[in-house]
């Protein structure tokens, strides 16, 4: 049972275009939720997380949107250029020491010049 | 400039042989993750541990083991490798307290089993 759905699978989108990946999630005690950003031949990154206290965060270009009652969790990345292209990957985690992070199966964003 | 080392980016095997991955992380972190990444399966738990000679299994530990004598290494083995388990390793490490979830990545060991 796959306890974090992505979506799309993969997003091609032109420069200067909004990106947006959803994410959505089965289990109500997560409360931690984070993305992950990979660029070929390195491990993934932290990009950007929220929690269920506030329904939406911005860092730069990158803003997540957070629904609780719906159990989704979305990344846009505003103005995107191509050197946003990259697997992205959002992920899932009760909060606590010994909690551990449950990942999506990510989705390749292509971002055309 | 914190670091998670994973000492092979690529190795090439044969079936039935013992394999080695290392990690080495110099953060002092409590936690350490190793994950298998494969396309359209997105990043797999293999095992983790939270402190020195302590292990957990994760969601797919089946033909895998570890060892973790120091808090910087972890080390993950396949006593028998097969073609199966041709991927991508990732190891991960998070300090404890509020920040286990924050997980530094390293670069990935790609292992090929022929």
């Known amino acids: 049972q796959q306890q974090v759905k992505q979506s799309p699978q993969s997003l091609i989108v032109q420069k200067g275009g909004i990106s947006i990946i959803n994410c959505a999630y089965e289990?109500?005690?997560?409360?931690?939720f984070p993305w992950y950003q990979q660029f070929p031949g390195k491990g993934p990154a932290l990009l950007i997380a929220?929690?269920?206290?506030?329904s939406e965060k911005k860092e730069g270009r990158f803003t997540i949107s957070f629904n609780k009652s719906a159990k989704q969790f979305s990344l846009h990345i505003m103005d995107s250029q191509p050197g946003d292209s990259a697997t992205y990957f959002c992920a899932a985690s009760m909060d606590g020491a010994n909690s551990k992070l449950t990942f999506g199966k990510g989705i390749t964003l292509s971002v055309r010049p | 400039d914190v670091k998670v080392t994973q000492s092979s980016r690529y190795l090439v095997k044969r079936t039935g042989e013992k394999v080695f991955l290392e990690c080495v992380q110099d953060?002092?972190?409590?936690?350490m993750f190793w994950y298998r990444q494969d396309p359209g399966l997105g990043l797999r738990l293999i095992y983790f541990?939270?402190?020195?000679?302590?292990?957990e299994k994760g969601d797919i530990p089946e033909g895998y083991s570890v060892s973790r004598e120091k808090k910087e290494r972890f080390s993950l083995i396949l006593e028998s490798a097969s073609t199966n388990q041709t991927s991508m390793y990732l190891c991960?490490?998070?300090?404890?307290?509020?920040?286990?979830?924050?997980?530094?990545f390293g670069a990935g060991s790609r292992l090929t089993v022929l």
């Open positions: 991960a490490s998070s300090s404890g307290g509020s920040g286990a979830n924050v997980l530094t």
């Open positions: 289990n109500t005690a997560f409360d931690y």
């Open positions: 953060m002092d972190h409590e936690n």
């Open positions: 541990s939270y402190d020195v000679k302590m292990k």
């Open positions: 929220i929690r269920p206290d506030v």
